[in-house]
């Protein structure tokens, strides 16, 4: 009897056994395949830090300024290195000569995007150009944006620039602490003014508030590593009942996507209800509405919907971006006091003191304009190159094999701070952008010896700028002439009208500037700082006025938005 009992207790046992190793190797088996392909994907890829299985350099890689160590990794691993992301590598650029080979004299090969699930698929509906796919749709919603956006179209906006650049002065001359709300309002305005031929008069506007958050909100759904549905794509097929965060996002979404329609049916209203054509202000979304008319193909194949994405687009590309390299511009300027002074050297020189500066001054500003270009480069607000990349083909570089579909990250801290291309590239120094010879400027002193090494570098940087801080080949910011146009005027009126001091406490010593306090995420600014701003003379504050009045005439007719819809 015992030895019945004992013959099928071990029968069992080997049966429970057997279940066991079968299902161990059910799971193992298939994970050891993985752990096979990531392993011999990783000896082809570009070298890096040791990713861990399954996990990557999750834990190595900081959560704040990651870029910082990004430049750190690329002293030891090269101009192209890889981290990883979970299972997914992601390639990071650290030499302009690498992103050009890559980006622009491959980029048929590397114009797509990686897959967007949370911000893409579930917020926009695949409706937003920043993230969508290399192919026939994009290329049509890019189409669009050049008729608005090209050379002869930015000609039309350049009066509104001004005027709004002159409203920024006088603005700022009655309250200097609030500068930096007063540019958010500069940019904000110029952007609403040229995407939908209204101004915007105060950023506590419930526009500007719900376009601020929206804008902030979809930020915040790019973050790698917050959703999981970014690593396993089938869970956006979760029913809405069991996945309020989905629920919250496709609401969000669809807010977003209510306000552009809303925007939109505004313009059209206004061309309605206009006496004339003439009596429409010229804006992006005038000049898609018209050219509708005429290339009937290209625009029905977009919904009314997705029209509407276009024009919104222009707010987080225009907007932001600029207001925050005209802060770090003023960080800059209270911080080097001798920039500065030949900035208004050259100004009084050029324009004197009985008018402001403007466009057609910009061929005889040849500082002004290489100190524009030098905010851009020591601080590029885009610090990560903006959106990513990805390759839509597989390729070869250097031997290195890059997957399709692998995310192409060109880091512009590291780019635009590399001493092979900028010496000493903490210095800020407009003198690296000066396209004339400074001996024929009468007002530019003497160069010192890190002047002339600072204007040769050992290697010359591949874009015809100097610098790529609006991203490389078909996916750099469609709106770059426009956010340069603004930057340019703001800051040759700023100069014209102000100068920027450091701060004093009670013994009258000058306040200390942190010129690397800046913010978190994907776009950065300065950290909120005060400093004196003064007018440089009475004669100035007599020609801004006039200035600003021929403004108020300009924008009278781009009148400010009501407020019209509801949230949904």
């Known amino acids: 009897m015992f030895d019945n009992i004992a013959v099928s207790s071990i029968t069992q046992l080997l049966a429970?056994?057997?279940?066991?190793?079968?299902?161990?190797?059910?799971?193992?088996?298939?994970?050891?395949?993985?752990?096979?392909?990531?392993?011999?994907?990783?000896?082809?890829?570009?070298?890096?830090?040791?990713?861990?299985?399954?996990?990557?350099?999750?834990?190595?890689?900081?959560?704040?300024?990651?870029?910082?160590q990004f430049e750190k990794w690329s002293r030891i691993y090269g101009p192209i290195f890889t981290i990883w992301v979970g299972r997914r590598p992601t390639i990071v650029i650290s030499d302009?000569?690498?992103?050009?080979?890559?980006?622009?004299?491959?980029?048929?090969?590397?114009?797509?995007?990686?897959?967007?699930?949370?911000?893409?698929?579930?917020?926009?509906?695949?409706?937003?150009?920043?993230?969508?796919?290399?192919?026939?749709?994009?290329?049509?919603?890019?189409?669009?944006?050049h008729q608005a956006l090209n050379p002869s179209a930015l000609r039309l906006y350049k009066p509104v620039q001004e005027a709004e650049a002159a409203r920024l002065c006088v603005s700022i001359l009655k309250d200097q602490k609030s500068y930096e709300g007063l540019i958010d309002r500069f940019t904000a305005s110029v952007v609403f003014c040229i995407a939908y031929g209204h101004r915007i008069d105060s950023m506590n506007s419930s526009i500007i508030r719900r376009r601020l958050d929206y804008m902030q909100y979809s930020a915040s759904l790019n973050?790698?590593?917050?959703?999981?549905?970014?690593?396993?794509?089938?869970?956006?097929?979760?029913?809405?009942?069991?996945?309020?965060?989905?629920?919250?996002?496709?609401?969000?979404?669809?807010?977003?996507?209510?306000?552009?329609?809303?925007?939109?049916?505004?313009?059209?209203?206004?061309?309605?209800?206009?006496?004339?054509?003439?009596?429409?202000?010229?804006?992006?979304?005038?000049?898609?509405?018209?050219?509708?008319?005429?290339?009937?193909?290209?625009?029905?194949?977009?919904?009314?919907?997705?029209?509407?994405?276009?024009?919104?687009?222009?707010f987080g590309a225009g907007s932001d971006t600029t207001a925050s390299t005209l802060c770090s511009a003023i960080l800059m300027l209270v911080t080097n006091p001798q920039v500065q002074a030949i900035a208004h050297a050259e100004l009084h020189h050029v324009i004197g003191t009985s008018r402001m500066p403007s466009f057609s001054d910009e061929p005889n500003l040849p500082y002004i304009k290489a100190l524009c270009n030098e905010v851009l480069r020591i601080r590029p607000v885009a610090v990560l190159g903006g959106t990513?990349?990805?390759?839509?083909?597989?390729?070869?570089?250097?031997?290195?094999?890059?997957?399709?579909?692998?995310?192409?990250?060109?880091?512009?801290?590291?780019?635009?701070?590399?001493?092979?291309?900028?010496?000493?590239?903490?210095h800020f120094n407009p003198l690296r952008f000066l396209k004339v010879d400074p001996s024929s400027l009468p007002y530019m002193p003497s160069l010192s010896a890190n002047d002339i090494v600072e204007m040769n570098p050992p290697q010359t940087h591949p874009a015809k700028e100097g610098h790529s801080s609006f991203g490389w080949g078909r996916r750099i910011c469609p709106g770059a002439g426009l956010a340069q146009n603004s930057l340019f005027i703001a800051l040759a009126r700023l100069l014209w009208t102000f100068e920027f001091t450091p701060t004093r406490d009670e013994n009258g010593v000058p306040s200390k500037y942190d010129t690397f306090a800046y913010t978190e995420g994907f776009n950065i600014r300065p950290q909120p700082f005060q400093c004196e701003i003064n007018l440089r003379n009475e004669k100035h504050l007599e020609a801004l006025m006039v200035e600003h009045e021929e403004a108020e005439r300009i924008l009278s007719p781009f009148s400010p938005f009501k407020e019209f819809w509801s949230e949904n």
């Not at 797509?112 to 695949?126: A, K, Q, T």
């Not at 309020?244 to 059209?268: F, S, T």
């Open 16 to 68: 429970s056994c057997s279940v066991s190793f079968g299902f161990a190797i059910a799971v193992l088996l298939p994970l050891a395949g993985l752990l096979i392909h990531d392993f011999l994907l990783y000896l082809r890829l570009p070298p890096g830090p040791t990713p861990l299985p399954f996990i990557g350099n999750k834990f190595i890689i900081p959560p704040t300024s990651p870029w910082i």
């Open 96 to 145: 302009p000569n690498v992103a050009v080979d890559l980006l622009e004299k491959r980029s048929i090969k590397y114009s797509s995007r990686p897959r967007f699930v949370v911000m893409g698929e579930l917020y926009w509906d695949n409706a937003g150009i920043l993230v969508q796919p290399y192919g026939k749709e994009w290329q049509t919603r890019r189409r669009m944006l």
């Open 223 to 314: 973050i790698p590593g917050k959703f999981l549905v970014e690593s396993f794509p089938w869970l956006k097929h979760v029913p809405n009942y069991l996945a309020p965060w989905k629920e919250e996002i496709q609401r969000r979404g669809r807010g977003e996507a209510a306000m552009n329609l809303d925007l939109l049916r505004r313009v059209k209203d206004d061309i309605r209800n206009a006496s004339s054509p003439d009596s429409v202000p010229n804006s992006l979304t005038k000049l898609l509405l018209e050219a509708q008319k005429s290339d009937s193909e290209t625009f029905d194949m977009l919904s009314e919907r997705d029209f509407s994405f276009v024009p919104a687009s222009l």
């Open 388 to 426: 990513p990349h990805a390759n839509s083909i597989s390729d070869t570089y250097n031997g290195y094999h890059i997957p399709k579909g692998t995310t192409i990250l060109s880091n512009s801290w590291a780019i635009n701070l590399n001493s092979s291309y900028y010496p000493n590239p903490h």
